[in-house]
Structure formats: C-alpha cells, structure tokens
C-alpha cells in the first residue's frame, strides 16, 4: 500500500491559478486526480503513467490543467489555470501499479491508493 498526501488546495478567484501536488511514499506505474463536487459523484479529471510520461484528461478540464511527474520525488502535480467556479470540489489523488492503458485510467477502480483530498474553492 502507498500513502498520498495531497497539497495546494485553496480559495481562488476565476480565471485565477492553483497548483496542486501529490507525494507518494512509494513508486507507482501511474496516478491521477479525480474531483468530487458537493451532492456530485466523483468525476476523473486527469492521470499520467510514470514511465512514459503519458497523459490523459476529462474534456472538462483538457487545455486549462496539466498533469506532471517528478519520478525522483514521487509525486504528481496538477496545474489548474483558467479555474471556473465549476471547478470548485475535494480534489483527490490515486494511484495505482497495475498494467491498464492511460485510457482506462479514467475509472475510479483502476486505482489502488487514494489521498485525503484537498479543497479547492473557484469564487466568480
């Protein structure tokens, strides 16, 4: 099992920029972020494999984030700029060491290990 702990969250304004990260306390083949709105069911937002740098977004969020590695540190990120107050969720982070494809990675039940969540709040 790995642990996730999430950072970066907060209160934005739109059209404004977040940046959020997500430490794993061991190497994984890929991880992603999923996002959860109040009364919403949980929604996937974006993932990236750890070899080949590979990347994958919801059509909701595809040209405003951009999902990162940093394989030496073990951690992901996910540049959010262009922020909507659509945007406003618990953003989490998963991961996950099995074989699946980056297309696959858009389901919640590809993933092993989930993070806590951080809150992010877009305010029109």
């Known amino acids: 099992q790995v642990h996730l702990v999430e950072s970066g969250g907060g209160l934005v304004q739109a059209g404004g920029s977040l940046r959020l990260s997500c430490a794993a306390s061991g190497r994984v083949n890929y991880m992603g972020w999923f996002r959860q709105a109040p009364g919403k069911e949980r929604e996937f937002v974006a993932a990236?494999?750890?070899?080949?740098?590979?990347?994958y977004y919801a059509d909701s969020v595809k040209g405003r984030f951009t999902i990162s590695r940093d394989n030496a540190k073990n951690t992901v990120y996910l540049q959010m700029n262009s922020l909507k107050p659509e945007d406003t969720a618990v953003y989490y982070c998963?991961?996950?060491?099995?074989?699946?494809?980056?297309?696959?990675?858009?389901?919640?039940?590809?993933?092993?290990?989930w993070g806590q969540g951080t809150q992010v709040t877009v305010s029109s």
């Open positions: 998963a991961a996950g060491s099995k074989g699946w494809t980056i297309y696959q990675l858009r389901y919640g039940s590809k993933y092993d290990d």
């Open positions: 990236i494999g750890w070899s080949g740098g590979s990347t």
